[in-house]
């Protein structure tokens, strides 16, 4: 006898076994993640630095990260005590997505809308807003190319700039790219805590392309400074 479900893989009760509530519990948080199931997106390449817990996502093709890593695209992720479970969804599985309105059906090892829900074609099928984020640190010198990188074909909505730890050497900085080396924030502060928004309206990149930091009243001597680019990505074969 299988020790679990066939369909939703629930831990089953051994009649000699101890601590018996443990695997009730284990059946019931699972029950309670796939019973109407519902995930933030599908698009996160990353894992949240502060998920609530109970909260879920369906994991894209291009996951980064340790937290992810070793995981299938089309798996559903959930937090649960203070960890994630992963979940293999089987055909026929449906899921709300919410950064989306759009209802997912699982079929042929792929999450598509549901022709019979209230959408029959999801935006995310042909445009996904995505993220990335990335932590320079050890800087040195006056100009940066830095490791957060915006692939070809992106459209960029923002970067936004946090200075981790205070910037030596420099009164301030500016976030850019080759050729606008500003474009996402001037005369920015040095000190730990700073943080900008830099929204532009939007601005395509045709080869991936990295994000510069440029040294202001002197030269990069260290710190560390958190970048998060946003921005669009489309799929020409939808």
């Given amino acids: 006898m299988s020790i679990t479900s066939p369909n939703l893989a629930l831990p089953l009760l051994d009649a000699q076994q101890r601590q018996k509530h443990l695997t009730v519990n284990e059946a019931l948080l699972r029950l309670d993640r796939l019973t109407q199931l519902s995930v933030i997106s599908r698009s996160r390449q990353q894992a949240p630095a502060d998920p609530q817990e109970g909260q879920a996502w369906i ?63 999801s935006p995310a099928e042909f445009c996904q807003c995505r993220s990335r984020e990335h932590i320079v640190q050890g800087l ?43 474009l996402f924030g001037g005369a920015l502060g040095s000190h730990a805590g700073q943080r900008n928004v830099g929204v532009i309206g939007p601005r395509p990149v045709y080869a991936d392309t990295a994000v510069r930091l440029l040294a202001q009243g002197g030269v990069f001597a260290g710190g560390r400074i958190r970048l998060t680019a946003h921005y669009l990505v489309f799929d020409p074969s939808t």
């Fill in 59 to 121: 994991l894209p093709a291009d996951t980064e990260g340790d937290a992810w890593s070793g995981l299938s695209p089309g798996q559903i992720v959930v937090f649960q005590s203070a960890g994630w479970v992963s979940l293999m969804p089987r055909p026929g599985w449906s899921a709300w997505v919410e950064d989306e309105a759009a209802l997912l059906r699982f079929a042929d090892s792929r999450w598509t809308p549901d022709a019979s829900g209230p959408l029959s074609r």
């Fill in 140 to 182: 040195s010198g006056e100009d940066i190319e830095t490791g957060l990188v915006i692939p070809a074909r992106g459209l960029v909505l923002a970067v936004i700039s946090e200075v981790v730890d205070t910037l030596p050497g420099v009164t301030g900085y500016a976030c850019g790219l080759a050729g606008d080396p500003a």
